[in-house]
């Protein structure tokens, strides 16, 4: 549909409130009814002013069981009290009114039921279910029961009871008239089958499809059913038995208030969650992996600490020490992974227990530090937060090792903050400390040390992001990520 109904509605017919709600609702859920009837459905209203003597089409559905009258989009359409007087009668009338007539724009003929669309004892629009002229060819028993059901559904809405004054959620899944339909009576027995629905049966391991009987009396659960009739509107269920699982939409069919039976719409939805389970397998898998590859690095880092204490060079030391932090930080990526589902983590989650790695390094009697994290990053992609744990690991390594030094036996205090901020396109992360700031001889592109080596190359070439150094009471480093728009693949 190109213009909006509301738009329509509104511009051309003075629709608008309740009555245009209770035709949108219609409309999001008028597929099976125009599949019910195998024809052509038009929702009309009367052109504002004009006291029924022209109407706009507001919206139109095709039937999916059958062959469409028209082709071309006819929204928009207005149509004259004289091309189709029937529409006019069962405006001014209030009642369903059928006839020959002609096809809208052509002259072949066709046959036309116009429903009063009724909201709270108002009429407001007139429902036309279009179909070619048949040849007189009886029809099938599918045929006759699907019309009787869209008959009693034409005339709930032409007594105002159709659609549910309820705002259905569409499940893309909802069941379709061409999935199976059953209908049962008052007393919830069982008038008709589809064969789709008798297959779907089958494949529920029901053989014995009995007229007369309730489904429950051949091991067919009608719980939806009977809270369909319980609570005057629709129900969704699923069943499930064995490795077949349906899907089930009981809708009650109600006249003069009363409820004269259900039709339920049966799907079977078997393949559809085979599919899902295989998928929901695959995430399981994935975090499986992320698990084990976490607790491989936790070994490396134990082994290297073994090695490191047998060590006597303290430089040695220091550097076994290093690297298994540099491990460790990697690991934590993949313990966040390995918990949620999905190929993203929430950077501040990483966060935390990098800043913990950190502070175990810290030697509580001379430096007495303190670690703030700030702001939120959001969520950030498995392959751009393996690296910016290893940078952050870095800065925040480097604010202990360089930012607070002392001699031995004095105690000396400071502050390391880690701000985090996600903009559109960009990630931010800084880290400020309160210390004594870079040497004076400081500068990122020459400076050798590896740590900084490391932070420079997975920064600019590994994320193709920029690292700024400079001194603020303290030294700041400022790192920019670029990185797409959350949900976008990277
Ligand atoms: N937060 C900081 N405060 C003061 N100086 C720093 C800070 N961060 C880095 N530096 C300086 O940058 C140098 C290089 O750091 P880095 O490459 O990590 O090597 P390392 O930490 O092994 O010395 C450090 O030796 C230090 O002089
Ligand atoms: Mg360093």
Known sequence: MSVPLHELALANAGLAGAPLRHAQRLVATWQPL???????????????????????????????????????????????????PVVARAWRKGEIVGGDTTVLGRRDKARVQCVPMRH?????????????????????????????????????????????????????????????????????????????????LHRMGIHAFTHGLQPREIGFDQDAAETAIGMRLPVMEELERGDTSVLVQAIPLIEGGRVTGVVVFVRDVTDLRRRDRILMSKDATIREIHHRVKNNLQTIAAL????????????????IEESERRIRSIAIVHETLSRDSGDVVSFGDIVRPLVRVVEETVSTDEQRLRFDVEGDAGDVPGVVATPLAVVLNELMQNAVDHAFPHEDGESVEGHVRVVLDREPDELVIQVVDDGVGLPSDFSLEKSRGLGLSIVHALVTSELGGSIEMRDANGTQVNVRIPIKAQGADL
């Open 304 to 319: 290297l600490r073994l090695q490191g204490r047998r060590l006597k060079s303290t430089e040695a030391q220091e550097a």
């Open 120 to 200: 709270r004892d108002r009429v407001f629009a007139v429902l036309t279910r279009e179909s070619a002229m048949t040849s007189g060819r009886r029809p099938g028993e599918l045929e006759r029961h699907y019309m009787d059901v869209f008959d009693r559904l034409a005339r709930m809405i032409s007594e105002g009871t159709f659609p549910f004054a309820r705002d259905e959620v569409e499940l893309e899944e909802a069941p379709r008239v061409a999935d199976g339909v059953i209908v049962l009576d008052d007393g919830l027995r069982m008038r008709y089958a589809s064969p789709n629905a008798i297959s779907a």
């Open 34 to 84: 125009a599949d019910l009837c195998f024809s052509d459905l038009l929702l009309m209203a009367p052109v504002d002013g004009e006291e029924g003597h022209r109407f706009v089409v507001l919206a139109h559905v095709r039937p999916t069981t059958g062959q469409t009258l028209y082709p071309a989009d006819l929204v928009g359409t207005v149509v004259h009290e004289v091309e189709r």
